[in-house]
């Protein structure tokens, strides 16, 4: 079956700029999450998601970071006023409320000049 | 807060040789620990998990690791490793749906 997709695969802004990252979760997956992906790092958490619900959001590092699902479904993060510091992968999982595994998608490279 | 230490940021090593990837985790509850692999351009994908029961646990492709709780650790093993084994190997750990990544070991099979 689909895993999880995300688009673009590849994203190139100017400093100051605003973007938009997208997630298809696998088809059934209630719960979706978000994560940054530094270079050289492991993935950090940002949000999590369970169906349209934003359960927690502790790990989105400043209000110009923006997450929502409104039909419980695909997933957009919005990064308003882009910095170079926000340059990274992000990464999108998704998993059913019952399962502890997390399954990735490709992740978005974003690259702030 | 949970934190895990993946201590080998790189690990050479030959081809048909055994090779462990340390992994060793903070926590004061219990928590569930993964092992997700990333071959180069592609995705996260897991390799194994431990949730409860036995404490060594086995992936389809000759991968292994154990839990200990004493250590707080749990290392992946292989006893014989393939060129195809070439990939970024992260250790996570579970606490009520958010995950708790390494830094990530690389590991380099060579001919």
């Known amino acids: 079956g689909a895993g999880v997709s995300q688009s673009p695969r590849y994203k190139v802004a100017k400093r100051g700029q605003d973007v938009a990252l997208r997630c298809d979760p696998i088809?059934?997956?209630?719960?979706l999450f978000w994560y940054q992906q530094a270079l050289g790092q492991g993935p950090e958490f940002l949000t999590y998601?369970?169906?349209?619900?934003?359960?927690?959001k502790s790990g989105l590092p400043s209000d110009r970071f923006f997450a929502e699902r409104p039909e419980g479904s695909v997933s957009t993060l919005k990064i308003q006023r882009t910095q170079q510091e926000d340059s990274a992968v992000y990464l999108c999982?998704?998993?059913?409320?019952?399962?502890?595994?997390?399954?990735f998608g490709p992740g978005t490279r974003l690259l702030v000049l | 807060a949970q934190s895990v230490t993946q201590l080998d940021s790189q690990v050479p090593v030959f081809e048909e040789a055994p090779v462990e990837l340390r992994c060793n985790y903070s926590s004061s509850v219990s928590v569930y620990l993964f092992w997700y692999v990333q071959y180069p351009n592609q995705g996260l994908q897991l390799l194994l998990k431990y949730l409860s029961g036995s404490t060594l646990v086995e992936s389809i492709n000759g991968f292994e690791a154990e839990f200990n709780k004493s250590q707080t650790s749990f290392h992946l093993r292989k006893p014989s490793v393939h060129i195809s084994d070439t990939a970024e190997y992260f250790c996570a750990v579970d606490n009520f749906n958010k995950f708790y990544f390494g830094s990530g070991t690389k590991l380099n099979v060579k001919p």
């Open positions: 998601f369970q169906n349209e619900a934003q359960l927690d």
């Open positions: 999982a998704s998993s059913l409320p019952t399962q502890e595994t997390q399954y």
């Open positions: 088809s059934g997956h209630v719960s």
